[in-house]
């Protein structure tokens, strides 16, 4: 059973709409990250999130943090082409030093 | 100027040989680590190294091994190697044991034939 689970695992869009993608635990984070992964390079941290209830935004990427911070949607507004990516949502849960990685969302954002 | 670079990008090998990918960060960084992505691109962690200390092992197989010759490198050896060993293993770092905002490197596609 993996420690975050993320929602939905497969995402194509027409450029222009939004999207969101949900990352989902049972357990408390003391910080979640998001990451970006294009084909053949190595993840990308986008941001952290920290706080209960804490939203950042990152030119058209709204990230939030859930009141109880078990959980985290990153949503996309008007999604370009460029947007196209798998996002990994990843936090530490268990004072153990290790970061866990949710499966991931795979987002294609058509032209 | 690459910030956690690892080399090879490719490794293609036969069953039962012996190989390395070596790794380094640029950063200043205390913290190193080795994660795998498998075919389902679901990244698990393999090893974490803080200053040069082994912190984590998490349950690999003790034909893998990681060296740590000072805190700005960390390579991955692997003996005998198996055809479930192919995937892609990346490199990361961190400021520090307790911060989580990894830097990754470009990955290496490791395939057993």
């Known amino acids: 059973t993996q420690l975050l689970e993320q929602s939905p695992q497969f995402l194509s869009i027409q450029e222009g709409e939004n999207l969101t993608v949900y990352c989902n635990s049972s357990s408390v984070f003391s910080s979640l990250q998001w990451y970006r992964q294009e084909p053949g390079e190595g993840p990308v941290l986008l941001v952290t999130?920290?706080?209960?209830?804490e939203v950042k935004k990152l030119k058209r990427l709204t990230f939030q943090f859930g009141d109880a911070r078990k959980d985290s949607s990153l949503h996309i507004t008007a999604a370009q082409p460029g947007d196209t990516g798998l996002y990994l949502c990843?936090?530490?849960?268990?004072?153990?030093?290790?970061?866990?990685f949710g499966a991931g969302t795979t987002v294609t954002v058509r032209a | 100027d690459t910030a956690v670079s690892q080399t090879p990008k490719y490794l293609v090998t036969q069953m039962g040989n012996d190989k390395s990918i070596k790794c380094e960060q640029n950063l200043g960084h205390d913290t190193m680590y080795w994660y795998k992505q498998d075919s389902k691109k679901f990244l698990k962690i393999m090893f974490s190294?803080?200053?040069?200390?082994?912190?984590i092992n998490e349950t690999v197989p003790n034909r893998f091994s990681p060296k740590s010759p000072d805190k700005a490198h960390l390579n991955l050896h692997i003996n005998s190697l198996e055809l479930g060993d192919s995937a892609v293993y990346f490199c990361?770092?961190?400021?520090?044991?307790?911060?989580?905002?990894?830097?990754f490197g470009q990955g290496t596609r490791l395939t057993v034939v």
């Open positions: 990361a770092s961190s400021q520090s044991i307790t911060d989580f905002e990894a830097f």
């Open positions: 190294y803080n200053n040069k200390e082994l912190i």
């Open positions: 999130v920290v706080t209960g209830g």
């Open positions: 990843a936090g530490e849960a268990r004072d153990d030093y290790k970061l866990s």
